[in-house]
């Protein structure tokens, strides 16, 4: 694992994602569901969950969500999010630990890891690990979902410098990125930097490194036999029905048990 996720940067991880289609890939999540699991999906465990956007959009349409993640800065965030729902309101579980090693001891009707959260496993045995936890919670039929960064995409564009500044209540916050691709090892290395302003006075900062792998289809397809499961979908982000090309940056990707 390549990256803590610490309180600086869970702090400004809501603002900095503001703009991110959240209800879209909830979409795109029940679509896959619908296409490829065997039998009915009302339990949901979102590996990777960070502060739980996800996982509490899912339980507002009725599923049974456990979220998990390493960082107790993002779960701090999640749980306080989930606190401030209106009474009654269906509440994820939160829970924290490693995607490589987690046993809730339960089973569930299909496994999430979004957000890249598999190319945050950069070595061979992280991603097997990984998805040996998604295998080991998925009852027979289920679905594994989860999106990645595409291979041929990923060294057809190349990493590029990218700045982003959000005017909100709180002040301004900027970020930078600029990443740096390893071929040999199919990782993207992006440092980022973020600082908040108001009035003109720095009152928060955060610099985090990032070490991303990216995917070429035949290796997924590999990874997932080696755990049992059947690659169903590659597709790209904004559209579920094509294959994904050297345009497709970050392509979704859906397996069976």
């Not at 949901?44 to 507002?60: P, R």
């Not at 070595?123 to 990984?130: Q, Y």
């Not at 057809?156 to 930078?176: F, N």
Request: glycine share 10%; proline share 4%.
């Amino acid at each position: 694992m390549s990256v803590e996720f610490g309180a600086p940067y869970a702090g400004q991880y809501d603002a900095l994602y503001g703009d991110k289609d959240y209800p879209a890939e909830c979409d795109a999540v029940e679509t896959f569901m619908r296409r490829h699991a065997s039998g009915s999906v009302r339990t949901v465990l979102d590996l990777g969950c960070g502060t739980g956007t996800h996982a509490l959009l899912l339980a507002d349409r009725g599923y049974v969500v456990t979220g998990v993640d390493r960082s107790a800065a993002m779960l701090a965030r999640a749980r306080t999010k989930a606190s401030a729902r209106t009474a009654g309101a269906p509440v994820p579980t939160f829970l924290e630990g490693d995607v490589r090693t987690v046993r809730t001891g339960q089973t569930y009707d299909a496994v999430l890891m979004l957000f890249a959260v598999l190319g945050y496993q950069t070595g061979d045995g992280d991603v097997a690990a990984a998805l040996r936890t998604a295998r080991e919670h998925l009852r027979p039929g289920g679905v594994f979902i989860c999106d990645v960064w595409f291979g041929p995409a990923v060294l057809a564009i190349g990493p590029s410098d990218r700045t982003k500044v959000i005017e909100d209540g709180d002040g301004t916050l900027a970020r930078t990125a600029a990443g740096r691709l390893d071929e040999t090892r199919h990782t993207c290395r992006v440092e980022y930097r973020s600082t908040r302003t108001r009035g003109g006075q720095t009152v928060d900062e955060a610099v985090e490194t990032h070490v991303m792998r990216y995917f070429f289809p035949l290796e997924l397809e590999e990874a997932l036999a080696a755990q049992e499961m059947e690659l169903r979908a590659i597709c790209p982000f904004d559209d579920l029905d094509t294959a994904p090309g050297v345009g497709s940056w970050n392509v979704w990707v859906c397996a069976r048990r």
